[in-house]
């Protein structure tokens, strides 16, 4: 079933709204025209207790103000670009700078605050289309590309899939932006999750967190999750990478890089509520984010509950960062008549 709510309005009057989705299964999803952001995620525990695990805002304000990219979709290049300055085939670009000398998430105003169309598909499986024209020149990126995604959920699963097309070649690195936390979004730190990932080389970053171009091998590092631990059992802040980016906040790539269709990559679980979360894609890589700058008194999550850093953390599947300045980085360019064309699932069970 889906229904659709008032969330109030933009300065020029128009309304937002989200979008509900309930499987009968009894796991909901609610979707934000804003960002296309998921602002709740209500799945149950090993008692059979449902709870919101994504962090969010209960005010519009808070979404058009925000720089956590909570839930949010992020394109059209996710994560930095140094500088804000990239070139494609001999011609300059400039993407807005928006997080100390780099473009963050897209720039001034990225796809995680904008507004989509949404088109919902009631059904067995209820699913969301959400679609966005970015016009040549926006943001500094060129060509008109129109991106489409879907959201879908399933009895145990929301599964996202990413398309986009292009008149032009132009950079693009989707994401998604949810913060999770199995134990419910307002029960504390993450740290005492366990984490699995299938990754074994890691991006180390400069102070800017802008990759260094280095990839290196996770075994002997904190980065090492290819054997479950919990995301605090290394989170050691002496630690040189870490200390740079204060905490995880890492692009990790998968052993088997990127695939025809979504594989299983990573696993998190919370030992209090029991909640096990699967992530499958065919993505090549993973921004592993321990929510390290959730500080900001101003914003606080639904239900007044304070921001605090490691209280949630993103796996946000992706290609490499900052790839448009190494040419031994992911190819993020996407050319006319290519489709891009990713998914991502966030499954759920109890253990
Ligand atoms: C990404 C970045 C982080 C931070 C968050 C948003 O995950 O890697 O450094 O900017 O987005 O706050």
């Given at each position: 079933m889906i229904t659709k709510h008032d969330f109030g309005a933009l300065a020029d009057g128009s309304r937002v709204h989200s979008y509900l989705l309930q499987h009968k299964s009894g796991i909901s999803l609610r979707i934000l025209e804003l960002g296309g952001a998921i602002m709740e995620l209500c799945v149950p525990d090993r008692n059979g207790r449902f709870t919101n695990v994504v962090a969010s805002y209960d005010s519009l304000a808070d979404y058009l103000l925000d720089?956590?990219?909570?839930g949010a979709l992020i394109g059209r290049v996710a994560n930095r670009i140094a500088k804000g300055k990239y070139e494609i085939d001999g011609r300059e670009y400039s993407a807005f700078i928006n997080n100390g000398p780099s473009s963050l998430h897209?720039?001034?105003?990225?796809f995680s605050h904008r507004l989509w169309t949404v088109e919902p598909r009631d059904g067995e499986d209820p699913a969301l289309i959400l679609t966005l024209h970015s016009p040549d020149g926006e943001e500094g990126y060129p060509g008109n590309l129109d991106v489409t995604v879907t959201y879908t959920l399933t009895a145990d699963a929301v599964s996202i899939r990413y398309e986009a097309v292009t008149d032009q070649r132009t950079p693009v690195n989707l994401t998604n932006h949810a913060y999770f936390n199995l134990g419910g979004y307002a029960s504390g730190s993450i740290l005492g999750h366990t984490l699995r990932l299938d990754a074994d080389r890691f991006l180390p970053t400069d102070a800017d967190l802008i990759p260094t171009g280095e990839l290196r091998a996770v075994e002997g590092t904190p980065f090492d999750f290819r054997t479950p631990k919990t995301i605090g059992r290394d989170f050691d802040l002496a630690y040189p990478e870490l200390a740079l980016a204060g905490g995880y906040d890492h692009c990790l790539c998968f052993t088997a890089g990127e695939t025809e269709t979504p594989v299983l990559r990573a696993e998190a679980f919370e030992p209090i509520s029991g909640r096990v979360m699967q992530v499958l894609t065919n993505q090549p890589c993973v921004q592993l984010y321990a929510g390290n700058f959730l500080k900001d008194p101003a914003h606080p999550l639904s239900g007044g509950y304070p921001q605090t850093p490691q209280s949630a953390f993103c796996l946000e599947t992706q290609k490499m960062p900052d790839a448009l300045h190494h040419a031994h980085f992911d190819n993020i360019l996407l050319s006319p008549g290519e489709r891009y064309d990713y998914t991502t699932v966030y499954r759920f069970s109890v253990s």
């Open positions: 720089t956590t990219y909570f897209g720039g001034r105003i990225g």
